[in-house]
């Protein structure tokens, strides 16, 4: 029982590598990594915060924040 995965490495995987900001509302990935590249895939960023993209884990993108409202 000693090959059981460790959830707090988990997390510092992801906290190792900061968020990529992105300039709009989708982020595009597709791995990027050579062997572990995937399809490309959009991921929504609507919702304020880092997402992780569901085939890379520690890959984590955020909307760029835009202070003040233009009109
Ligand atoms: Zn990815």
Redesign the pocket.
């Known amino acids: 029982m000693d090959l059981q995965p460790n959830p707090l490495s988990a997390m510092e995987l992801i906290a190792s590598e900061p968020a990529r900001i992105v300039q709009g509302r989708k982020a595009v990935?597709?791995?990027?990594r050579g062997p572990l590249g995937?399809p490309k895939?959009f991921i929504n960023l609507d919702k304020p915060g880092p997402h992780a993209?569901?085939?890379?884990s520690g890959?984590q993108f955020e909307q760029a924040v835009h202070h003040g409202h233009e009109h």
């Open positions: 990935c597709d791995g990027g995937h895939i993209c569901g085939y890379c890959i």
